[in-house]
């Protein structure tokens, strides 16, 4: 069974700058889209960035010009680096990855365990 894990949340203060990992854990064929959702307390998860097989991104328009996304295909690993990071930032992360299901011929939907990010002073 493939499984994300993710790491790289934590307490940072205003201003500051995080830097998030989630690596596919097994023998990976394929992975097609990746992305990294976050849920504050009380809301929705909602999408922050996706990066596609081809390395086109996309932001949600809150964190456009701070966060970048990128992934290394060589590693199975999709990265987040969060600058200029507010309180309204706090949440937990979450990964999501397409991955090719060699029995099913099609791509699975995964997710990561979550990683807790907190901003504030």
């Known amino acids: 069974q493939v499984q994300l894990v993710e790491s790289g949340g934590g307490l940072v203060q205003p201003g500051g700058s995080l830097r998030l990992s989630c690596t596919a854990s097994?023998?990976?064929?394929?992975?097609?889209?990746m992305a990294w959702y976050r849920q504050a307390p009380g809301k929705q998860r909602e999408l922050v960035a996706t990066?596609?097989?081809?390395?086109?991104?996309n932001y949600a328009d809150s964190v456009k010009g701070r966060f970048t996304i990128s992934r290394d295909n060589a590693k199975n690993t999709v990265y987040l680096q969060m600058n200029s990071l507010k309180p309204e930032d706090t949440a937990v992360y979450y990964c999501?990855?397409?991955?090719?299901?060699?029995?099913?011929?099609?791509?699975?939907?995964?997710w990561g365990q979550g990683t807790q990010v907190t901003v504030s002073s």
């Open positions: 999501y990855s397409e991955i090719w299901s060699r029995s099913r011929r099609a791509y699975d939907d995964y």
């Open positions: 990066i596609s097989s081809g390395g086109a991104t």
């Open positions: 097994r023998n990976i064929f394929s992975i097609n889209a």
